[in-house]
């Protein structure tokens, strides 16, 4: 009988859960139900996903340019063709060569033939060199292909109209760093500014305590008829801002929420990305109750994540 799992011991299934390895039917089933029944289990596999997903996106296979496979592959034979003629030259001039070379150990005998000196046009080098230059070209081409293939920005923000959710977020948040909006209200007292709030917008904003975040204020305003939320807040130098509206304002058409957005929010509880913009910002999405929340920062999508995660 296998160890009985619990929420005491659930970290150590979590990854092989996540990797698809090493458990039990039984022992897999026990750690979707804690998942899903347990908030704090629930917290630690989106982290840990969310990690795995993160460098996954980061580092990606590149395909060698053609011309450079060329290149390399071109040198190499020129190599071995050089190897081998030194070899048969050697063996010519020795009337023991055979017996020497084929009773040698394989790691003495490759060692051999990795140091036998190359001659070229001008100079002299060993053989190894260009083992060294093969493995520099490959790791330069690597990180060429792979600044070339840098991911591009949002789709849902580069391509979104003045109406869209995440468009406004993204704009607002770069307005109150360049100090083009700013907080009608400066308050530290989450009570004070929810009511602040509800007072302008006639709904419930919602207004978390953030771990490790100190709140600055809140202002709200109006687009197209509809009420919005603006909520500001520090972590050091970084600021976090989150932007409310009703969700009737996405139902009524007067602001706009791309599909797979929302469908990805009902799916896994948030919606999160960067490269929203030039300066590689990040932008979270949730629901609360009946708001529709967005939050941008410059904190990278881990750091922003496990932030708003701790929202009580």
């Known amino acids: 009988m296998g160890v009985k799992i619990t929420i005491e011991n659930i970290d150590e299934y979590i990854t092989s859960f996540i990797d698809d390895q090493q458990l039990t039917d039984e022992e897999s089933q026990r750690v979707r139900e804690l998942i899903e029944n347990d908030e704090v289990v629930s917290k630690k596999y989106k982290t840990e996903l969310l990690t795995k997903n993160l460098f996954q996106s980061k580092i990606k296979p590149v395909e060698l340019p053609l011309t450079t496979f060329v290149k390399i592959n071109n040198s190499v034979d020129n190599l071995v063709y050089a190897v081998l003629e030194k070899k048969k030259e050697e063996l010519t001039q020795s009337s023991f060569a055979h017996e020497v070379h084929y009773n040698l150990p394989f790691l003495v005998y490759l060692m051999r033939l990795i140091t036998t000196k190359v001659r070229l046009r001008w100079v002299t080098v060993p053989a190894y060199s260009f083992a060294i230059l093969f493995i520099v070209i490959l790791a330069a081409a690597g990180l060429f292909v792979d600044r070339t293939q840098s991911p591009g920005l949002n789709q849902f923000v580069t391509s979104g109209s003045d109406k869209s959710v995440m468009v406004q977020a993204v704009n607002n948040f770069h307005k109150i760093l360049a100090g083009e909006m700013s907080p009608q209200m400066n308050s530290t007292d989450e009570n004070a ?31 197209n008829g509809q009420k919005l939320a603006h909520i500001v807040y520090t972590s050091g130098k970084d600021v976090i801002y989150i932007y409310e509206t009703h969700i009737s304002s996405i139902h009524c058409n007067n602001l706009e929420l791309p599909d797979p957005v929302h469908s990805q929010i009902m799916a896994d509880k948030y919606y999160l990305c ?24 410059k904190l990278s999508k881990q750091r922003l994540y496990n932030t708003l995660a701790s929202l009580k």
Not at 274 to 292: A, G
């Open 274 to 297: 960067d490269h929203v913009d030039k300066d590689n910002c990040t932008l979270m999405m949730w629901y609360k109750d009946s708001i529709l929340c967005a939050s941008v920062s």
């Open 193 to 223: 500014v929810c009511s602040y709030l509800k007072n302008g917008t006639r709904f419930d904003a919602f207004v978390p305590c953030l771990k490790n975040c100190s709140l600055k204020g809140a202002c709200y305003n109006e687009y």
